[in-house]
């Protein structure tokens, strides 16, 4: 690696401060802005039909004490579906990458005022979607949970038996697992990046850090 100048420590950082921060504020899973829009809405719309619908079957059971928590529990589910999808139709209104923010104010790139206008503009953006993320997360997580849980005390208002058992454990193992999902827990199911294996990357030649670079 001779010749090769490796990129300096950002400012701040070699006296043990925070590094200053960067043009653009971004989040670790750089996709998470566009998961949600384009991949959390229709199956969510979907479970909250299948809810819907769901709780005017149980409406249809025989009185007992568990048809009347299939319909709390679809109708918490409903109720709690709706929230997320609002949420998300509130959180892509603030999904703009810093290229689309300049494609449509190109003056930015040689007028420092406009550029620090983007700049702000993106930022709240962020702390926006950070918002709005948490709360599409913790609904989606109560409407599947109630869902499940609906759909298994459906399953026991019907009748009783080891197919019903063991399908009733198994939804209300799901049902546990969406709460878990939501707090990233156990890390062994649901790892993070700081659980990946510390492995040293192999060492670029000079050509192709060039490479990188372009």
């Known amino acids: 690696m001779s010749g090769e100048q490796r990129p300096s420590r950002p400012e701040g950082a070699q006296n043990g401060q925070e590094p200053r921060p960067g043009v653009w504020r971004w989040a670790r899973e750089l996709n998470s802005d566009r998961a949600i829009s384009t991949v959390g809405g229709t199956p969510i719309a979907i479970l909250g039909g299948f809810s819907l619908s769901n709780a005017v079957v149980a409406a249809n059971e025989p009185q007992g004490v568990w048809r009347e928590i299939a319909i709390a529990c679809f109708g918490v589910a409903v109720t709690f579906l709706i929230c997320a999808l609002l949420f998300i139709l509130m959180a892509t209104r603030y999904t703009s990458s810093p290229r689309e923010r300049l494609e449509w104010e190109p003056e930015a790139r040689w007028q420092s005022e406009k ?8 930022r709240q953006d962020k702390w926006l979607l950070e918002r709005y993320f948490r709360n599409i997360a913790w609904a989606t997580t109560i409407g599947i949970a109630g869902a499940l849980l609906g759909m298994a005390a459906l399953l026991v208002s019907s009748h009783i038996s080891w197919a019903v058992i063991f399908v009733v454990f198994l939804l209300s193992s799901c049902s546990a697992l969406a709460v878990l999902a939501n707090f990233q ?9 700081e659980n990946a294996p510390d492995v040293p990357l192999p060492v670029l030649t000079p050509e192709e850090w060039e490479w990188a670079r372009k």
């Open 115 to 122: 550029m620090e206008d983007i700049r702000r503009f993106q």
């Open 185 to 193: 827990r156990p890390r062994w199911i649901f790892p993070r990046p």
